[in-house]
């Protein structure tokens, strides 16, 4: 069935390395998005694309890149230019065929750079 | 500078009761409203929406209601329900033509119901 898979779940890295987070969606989605949430912040937009082989900085974007080489998938790089990394990281889709921007999340990632 | 305020960061209501979760905005350009339920280290579920030409949405026991002239949105639960324990999220964005492709999202209530 349909729907947008995050990997992992969990994910630990030692401070320094970079690090990347898997966003897939089966949903013929054209646009995707990447956000952090953390305590009392809410979400924050860091990438968005609305199509392949094109994407946008968000609100956030220092310190993390993107690719989007397949309609179905937009992984997220957490570099070592981070400062402060650890945080429960949402990926989500929508279609672009309507007109209201509607999106639909994925389970998320928490990484913890310790 | 937030666009999308929600101005209380919890809420907690007896279980039958009526929760109201409240939001403003101050983006005049904003014409379509969205209500998203988080439970902990899950993903936010959408849970209904509002475009500018209502006042008024209702799903089953979710209610939203929007005043435009205040830029002021509200989340109707009736009756509150345990599993309704959650975090949400109000969310606001422009119709897509010739736009950037964005949501903005609040900080967040979370609502604790109460046995």
């Known amino acids: 069935d349909g729907g947008i898979t995050q990997s992992p779940k969990y994910l630990f890295r030692k401070e320094g390395q970079n690090v990347t987070l898997s966003c897939e969606q089966n949903l013929n989605h054209d646009a995707m998005y990447w956000y952090r949430q953390d305590p009392g912040q809410g979400l924050r937009l860091i990438y968005y694309s609305q199509i392949v082989n094109d994407f946008q900085k968000g609100d956030i974007a220092e310190g993390y890149s993107v690719s989007r080489e397949k309609k179905e998938s937009f992984p997220l790089t957490v570099t070592s230019a981070q400062k402060n990394p650890t945080a429960f990281y949402l990926c989500a889709s929508s279609p672009t065929s309507v007109s209201y921007n509607e999106q639909f999340f994925g389970p998320g990632t928490r990484l913890t750079v310790l | 500078d937030q666009q999308v305020k929600q101005n209380s960061p919890s809420l907690s209501v007896q279980e039958g009761r009526i929760s109201i979760l409240n939001c403003d905005y101050t983006?005049?350009?904003?014409?379509?409203f969205l209500w998203y339920k988080k439970y902990p280290a899950e993903g936010p579920t959408f849970l209904i929406s509002i475009s500018s030409i209502k006042d008024k949405n209702e799903d089953g026991r979710f209610t939203v209601f929007l005043n435009k002239s205040a830029k002021h949105l509200s989340l109707h639960i009736v009756p509150s329900q345990p599993g309704d324990s959650a975090v949400y999220f109000c969310?606001?964005?422009?119709?897509?033509?010739?736009?950037?492709?964005?949501?903005?999202f609040g900080k967040g209530t979370r609502l604790h119901i109460l046995p």
């Open positions: 983006n005049s350009m904003f014409d379509y």
């Open positions: 969310a606001a964005s422009e119709s897509r033509v010739g736009r950037d492709d964005k949501i903005i």
